[in-house]
Nanobody
Framework: QVHLVESGGGLVQPGGSLRLSCAASGSIFSRNAMGWYRQAPGKQRDLVARISSSGDTTGYADSVKGRFTISRDNAKNTVYLQMNSLKPEDTAVYYC????????????WGQGTQVTVSS
């Protein structure tokens, strides 16, 4: 099992940027596809972006394409989410997670980090 800890959230104005990090413990990190998800109050947890174990393949929700970039550094056991041109509707708790495969809904999660986009 891999233990996940997210960081980098905060309050930002519309149009601003944030970079989220998800640090993982455990030697199997490099063998797992990873994903970033978000959950707004009263809503379900939805996929934001996912990345394959090698980092060669990525996928994004339509709502964030062209604005967000997922990446990973397997040497540092860390996955990142660069978020640019942030909008108020991006406000949510952001979670990183992993499951059994690239397309699997995660079964393991971090504790989440709050992102608030507001003027």
């Amino acid at each position: 099992q891999v233990h996940l800890v997210e960081s980098g959230g905060g309050l930002v104005q519309p149009g601003g940027s944030l970079r989220l990090s998800c640090a993982a413990s455990g030697s199997i990190f490099s063998r797992n596809a990873m994903g970033w998800y978000r959950q707004a109050p009263g809503k379900q947890r939805d996929l934001v972006a996912r990345i394959s174990s090698s980092g060669d393949t990525t996928g994004y929700a339509d709502s964030v394409k062209g604005r967000f970039t997922i990446s990973r550094d397997n040497a540092k056991n860390t996955v990142y989410l660069q978020m640019n041109s942030l909008k108020p509707e991006d406000t949510a708790v952001y979670y990183c997670g992993y499951g059994s495969s690239y397309y699997s809904f995660p079964t393991y999660w971090g504790q989440g980090t709050q992102v608030t986009v507001s003027s």
